[in-house]
């Protein structure tokens, strides 16, 4: 018995003893008026007046024919902590309907929920077992300092697969546009490559070049590190206790890159003391997150790599500097949280 029922049963008996020289119509007019049935208020007045007890016998009420605790828990066996179940199929095995699995799922004491199956690298079971001391060393050897994050991302002239551009809304799709339904995919689409680095203090300037053109070690030791690093850090981090952190990039660690690093005085973390495949952990990674959505808001498509490097240009230079340096300020939160939880 819900608690309405058994609410509804104990105030109308009371309010019935008390007025029961006004008559079973005023009564009724009283609870009526608040929606409960006719039936039901004139059946328990009549209980009242044979003595009987209002509360529901144990055991009362239609039997469940399907819904069975025996039945829930061979339901629950089908579905709990497994993966890629049909609640269509099940239900067809089981000669019942959809909707019927879904309510015994959650009638349970512990409701079987649906959950969304979250991303993760695919990490070999020795990144996995390094990744928690890797972390414990970078966190006791630089959380006194402020990391300077440097990454590349590709941009594509149209991005559809991205949350938001990958629906569109139609009372009729046979009469929606194409250009709506559908998005163009060619098989080696054109795209751009973006390098930049962030810091608590701010975003470097940043690097653009068509994809084709892969930052080997001597454009990544150039372009990306003496033209845009060296000054980023000479503006905000001199004097200051900053660590770089290069991903694992074979040209990042080419040893033309760490002789300048060395002879420049950039502290950076070595290749030993790096975490492989951990990406959760380099704030950075959201950011590509962040500009990719500014950039292709609204289902923006570029029609030429050129339209493309202007509009990622412009996002860059507009984009909230406070959102950059919460992200940077995080990277040390990040690093401990895997260094007591380890990674998945």
């Not at 409960?36 to 007045?45: D, K, S, V």
Request: overall charge positive; aromatic content about 12%.
């Amino acid at each position: 018995m819900s608690y309405k029922q058994s609410t509804l049963r104990s105030r109308l008996y009371a309010f019935y003893e008390e007025n029961k020289e006004k008559g079973k119509s005023f009564v009724w007019h009283h609870f009526r008026a608040e929606g409960a049935a006719r039936a039901t208020i004139y059946r328990l007045m009549g209980q009242i007046d044979k003595g009987l007890s209002l509360s529901r016998k144990k055991g009362s009420g239609r039997k469940p024919i399907f819904n069975t605790p025996k039945k829930r828990s061979q339901v629950a066996r089908k579905f709990n902590h497994k993966k890629g179940v049909s609640l269509r199929k099940v239900a067809k095995s089981l000669n019942c309907s959809k909707s019927t699995i879904q309510n015994m799922l959650k009638m349970r004491k512990n409701p079987i929920l649906c959950y969304k199956r979250t991303k993760r690298p695919d990490r070999t079971p020795i990144q996995r077992l390094v990744a928690r001391p890797k972390c414990r060393h970078l966190y006791f050897k630089f959380r006194e300092h402020q990391f300077i994050i440097d990454d590349e991302s590709y941009f594509t002239l149209s991005n559809a697969n991205l949350s938001g551009n990958d629906i569109f809304y139609s009372n009729n799709r046979n009469i929606t546009a194409n250009d709506v339904k559908y998005y163009d995919k060619a098989k080696y689409e054109p795209k751009l490559l973006v390098w930049v680095a962030i810091s608590p203090a701010g975003i470097s300037d940043f690097y653009i070049v068509p994809s084709k053109m892969a930052i080997n070690q001597e454009i990544y030791l150039e372009e990306c590190l003496k033209k845009r690093l060296l000054p980023f850090i000479n503006k905000h981090h001199r004097g200051g206790k900053y660590v770089f952190w290069p991903d694992m990039a074979s040209s990042h660690y080419a040893n033309t890159v760490q002789n300048w690093l060395i002879e420049t005085n950039i502290p950076f973390i070595s290749k030993s003391e790096n975490v492989a495949n951990v990406p959760e952990i380099r704030s950075i990674e959201d950011l590509w997150s962040y500009l990719k959505r500014q950039v292709y808001q609204d289902g923006w498509q570029a029609k030429n790599l050129e339209q493309l490097k202007k509009k990622i240009t412009k996002c860059i230079r507009d984009i909230d500097l406070k959102v950059v340096q919460r992200l940077a300020e995080s990277t040390i939160r990040r690093i401990d949280f895997v260094r007591r939880y380890g990674v998945k």
